[in-house]
T-cell receptor, first 108, second 114 residues
Framework: GEDVEQSLFLSVREGDSSVINCTYT??????LYWYKQEPGAGLQLLTY?????DMKQDQRLTVLLNKKDKHLSLRIADTQTGDSAIYFC????????FGSGTKLNVKP | ETGVTQSPTHLIKTRGQQVTLRCSSQ?????VSWYQQALGQGPQFIFQ???????GRGNFPPRFSGLQFPNYSSELNVNALELDDSALYLC?????????????FGPGTRLTVL
């Protein structure tokens, strides 16, 4: 579970959808998580998905899980400038393994 | 409900010194985990404490040690500081046995080693 990979940067225009992708390695992970980190701040849990689910929707957020390919994605609908931050996917249970984070830049 | 707090916010030390970072867990939580986040990287798991006992450790040398107190607050101690120890140190508290084991993160302590 130590190789969680994400693309480093994503730039979108305000109002567009953002899709942040992640690949993970531990097929036994029960839950997979998305965290948001704003400059100078700690991590804020955005959403999580149980490993036996394919999709979870939570207001503007949609998480898709492809367990066969060990691929997780986070879609943010109607992206706002306030969504600009670094987004981390994480797997694990007691100890979490994080990706390096995707920096989302939202242009007005 | 009080969130996770950490102190100090920032700290500057020199190589070879020792440092103690502190964390107060969210009310009702009995588990605390510590992470190191180097600049531009994701957090890396250092160790976890549950009911005052170490409950798992990541790939960090023994000079990284910790304590959890009966009130579930916690300390991270780092001896013989090295330049590469410069990072944001995050603690996260959780309640063992919850369904998704959600971890609540504090704002972190920024450690600079000169």
């Amino acid at each position: 579970g130590e190789d969680v990979e994400q693309s480093l940067f994503l730039s979108v225009r305000e109002g567009d959808s953002s899709v942040i992708n992640c690949t993970y390695t531990d097929s036994s992970s029960t839950y997979l998580y998305w965290y948001k980190q704003e400059p100078g701040a700690g991590l804020q849990l955005l959403t999580y998905i149980f490993s036996n689910m394919d999709m979870k929707q939570d207001q503007r957020l949609t998480v898709l899980l492809n367990k066969k390919d060990k691929h997780l994605s986070l879609r943010i609908a109607d992206t706002q400038t306030g969504d600009s931050a670094i987004y981390f996917c994480a797997e694990g249970f007691n100890k979490f393994y994080f990706g390096s984070g995707t920096k989302l830049n939202v242009k007005p | 409900e009080t969130g996770v707090t950490q102190s100090p916010t920032h700290l500057i030390k020199t190589r070879g010194q020792q440092v103690t970072l502190r964390c107060s867990s969210q009310s009702g939580h009995n588990t605390v985990s510590w992470y190191q986040q180097a600049l531009g990287q994701g957090p890396q798991f250092i160790f976890q404490y549950y009911r005052e006992e170490e409950n798992g450790r990541g790939n960090f040398p023994p000079r990284f040690s910790g304590l959890q107190f009966p009130n579930y607050s916690s300390e991270l101690n780092v001896n013989a500081l090295e330049l590469d120890d410069s990072a944001l140190y995050l603690c996260a508290s959780s309640l063992e046995g919850t369904r998704n084991n959600e971890q609540f993160f504090g704002p972190g302590t920024r450690l600079t080693v000169l």
